[in-house]
């Protein structure tokens, strides 16, 4: 649903291309460690001699900070001033990545992932809605996901020669350099914004009921994913396959997925959704499912491949569905907090798993996670199907 710039507020245009580039550049510096997640979560492992589970938790600490500004966001970020808001959360990024950088083998740490993962969710959100004040949505979030499927297809190409060079601290001092740089932006960004309703002939208010339940589908689905992002790299090395091996494959993976990204604009109109949303989930889960009997390189490049592709092809399907379940509008803010709540517990229920169970157990609890969303999903797609073809018939 296309937002639009209260001009009353601020006379900003969010369709100059300043604008637009400010919201892509934000939305890039937003998901710098989330987007090469597989690969920080490895070097962990080498750089700071920690056990592959310990490794997923601080990944899923870092997430966790993202999904609780998101939430933070999604309850009261129209009423913040936007420009202060950025700054606030690019400085948080700041303290965090140079606090992580100055204690690699401290206890502080941990805490310092979770500051720096807050201040990304703020630029995440921030980011998203922008995108959203503009007349051209759909090509500016193609760029949009362009611009960071790119900067993470070389970002896992090149992190693991990158940290042998530069190590964790070159990392995150770089990350931190990019933040600050990145607060040129807040000049070109609008104080405020006001919501115009956008008629959407599809929508039809559900129950309240059938809303959790989709809910919970979103939920289930981005936890699978949490999880699957993740252990990728893991898995690889599990495999005996070498680390640059593994980045090659995932380099791959997310230049393809820029594909499937732009597949879903350009197909959105033309293929049923409720078909693309049980092919994407399913197909999804069966990447994983793949990937864990210790694939050979060509097995596990397929696999990674697959899973990529699809998640970025299916995710606006999901989350234009959600918003047709419910009139008001307001149901893709609650579906882009349960998103990032789903992302960021995700790691956190990997690291369970590994510690307890091993790979192969919690790549099939990522696999069922992937079908139950679907089945959870398909509750309120039928319902909302059977009330469309109810108007049809009057």
């Not at 202060?84 to 310092?112: Q, R, Y």
């Not at 078909?275 to 050979?296: E, K, N, R, V, Y």
């Not at 039928?382 to 109810?390: D, I, K, N, P, V």
Request: glycine share 10%; with cysteine.
């Amino acid at each position: 649903m296309p937002l639009h710039l209260s001009t009353s507020v601020d006379h900003v245009d969010a369709n100059d291309w300043r604008a637009v580039l400010s919201a892509i550049l934000l939305g890039t510096v937003g998901v710098l460690s989330f987007i090469i997640q597989p690969g920080l979560v490895q070097g962990y492992v080498t750089q700071l001699n920690v056990s592959e589970a310990d490794a997923v938790y601080l990944a899923g600490i870092e997430m966790l900070g993202v999904a609780l500004a998101t939430i933070f966001m999604a309850l009261k970020g129209v009423r913040l001033d936007w420009r202060w808001i950025i700054v606030s959360g690019l400085s948080l990024a700041v303290i965090g990545n140079i606090g992580s950088a100055l204690t690699l083998s401290n206890d502080a740490f941990s805490a310092f992932r979770l500051l720096s993962g807050v201040g990304e969710g703020i630029i995440i959100s921030i980011s998203f809605t922008f995108v959203g004040l503009t007349t051209k949505a759909e090509r500016n979030l193609s760029l949009y996901l362009v611009s960071l499927l790119t900067y993470g297809a070389f970002g896992l190409w090149y992190l693991p020669a990158f940290l042998a060079a530069f190590g964790l601290t070159g990392l995150f001092l770089g990350f931190a350099a990019c933040s600050a740089a990145a607060m040129v932006t807040a000049a070109f960004v609008p104080r405020a914004f006001s919501i115009s309703a956008m008629p959407n002939p599809e929508a039809r208010q559900l129950p309240r009921v059938l809303l959790a339940v989709a809910l919970l589908g979103v939920l289930s689905y981005n936890v699978a994913q949490g999880i699957a992002w993740a252990i990728l790299f893991l898995l690889g090395v599990d495999a005996g396959l070498a680390e640059q091996s593994v980045a090659n494959a995932l380099f791959l993976s997310q230049v393809l997925a820029i594909a499937g990204a732009l597949a879903a604009v350009f197909l959105a109109a033309r293929i049923n959704r409720n078909f693309a949303i049980g092919f994407g989930i399913l197909a999804g889960g069966a990447s994983i499912a793949i990937l864990l009997d210790h694939p050979s390189l060509a097995l596990f490049t397929l696999g990674v491949c697959g899973f990529n592709v699809l998640w970025n092809f299916v995710l606006p399907f999901i989350l234009g569905r959600i918003c047709d379940f419910e009139e008001s509008g307001r149901m893709m803010s609650f579906a882009i907090a349960v998103q990032m709540i789903g992302l960021g517990s995700g790691p956190l229920v990997a690291a369970a798993l590994l510690e307890r169970s091993g790979y192969r157990a919690t790549g099939l609890v990522c696999v069922a996670l992937f079908v139950l969303s679907y089945l959870l999903l398909l509750i309120p797609i039928r319902r909302h199907g059977a009330l469309l073809a109810r108007a049809q018939t009057v």
